[in-house]
C-alpha cells in the first residue's frame, strides 16, 4: 500500500500545474503570476468582467428567445462562487477532473434560473468552461513567449 501511495504522489508531481486543480481562469495561480505590482489582481478582475460578457452572448447567442435574465446576475455570481467553492474542495482529489462538477452546478444554475432546458443549459455551460479553458491557454502562451 505505501508503494501504490509513493507512486501516485510521483505521477502527481509530473502533471502540468493547470491539471493540478480546476482550470477556472479566475484562479490566477494557474497562470503562474509571481507579481508584487497587482498584476494578477488585475488579471483576475478582467477575467470576471471577461467571464460575465461571453456567458451573456452565449447565453444570448445560443437560447435567446428561451432564457430569461432576470435573475442572469444572481446565477453569474452563484457561478463564480460556487466555481470557487467547488474547485477548492474537490481539486485535491479529482484534479483537473474537478471542472465536470463545476460545469454540472453551471448547467443547473442556468437551467434553474434562467428558465433553459437542461440540454440547452448543458450546451451553454460546456463551451463557457472551455472558453476558459482556451483562455488560460492562451494567456499561458503569450506569458512564455514575452517572459
Not at 501504490?4 to 486543480?21: H, M, Y
Request: hydrophobic share 60%; net charge positive.
Amino acid at each position: 500500500m505505501l508503494l501504490v501511495g509513493s507512486r501516485a504522489e510521483a505521477a502527481a508531481d509530473t502533471w502540468p500545474a493547470w491539471l493540478q486543480q480546476a482550470p477556472l481562469n479566475t484562479d490566477t495561480s494557474l497562470v503562474g503570476f509571481q507579481s508584487w505590482m497587482g498584476l494578477a489582481r488585475a488579471c483576475r478582475y478582467l477575467a470576471y468582467l471577461l467571464n460575465l460578457a461571453v456567458l451573456a452572448g452565449l447565453l444570448y447567442a445560443l437560447a435567446r428567445h428561451e432564457a430569461d435574465y432576470s435573475c442572469f446576475i444572481y446565477v453569474y455570481f452563484g457561478i463564480l462562487v460556487g466555481g470557487m467553492v467547488l474547485s477548492w474542495a474537490l481539486s485535491p482529489f479529482l484534479r483537473a477532473f474537478a471542472v465536470l462538477p463545476i460545469v454540472a452546478l453551471t448547467a443547473f444554475l442556468l437551467a434553474r434560473f434562467c428558465s433553459l432546458s437542461a440540454r440547452r443549459a448543458a450546451l451553454v455551460a460546456v463551451i463557457f468552461h472551455a472558453y476558459q479553458v482556451a483562455y488560460i491557454l492562451a494567456y499561458t502562451a503569450i506569458a512564455t513567449r514575452y517572459s
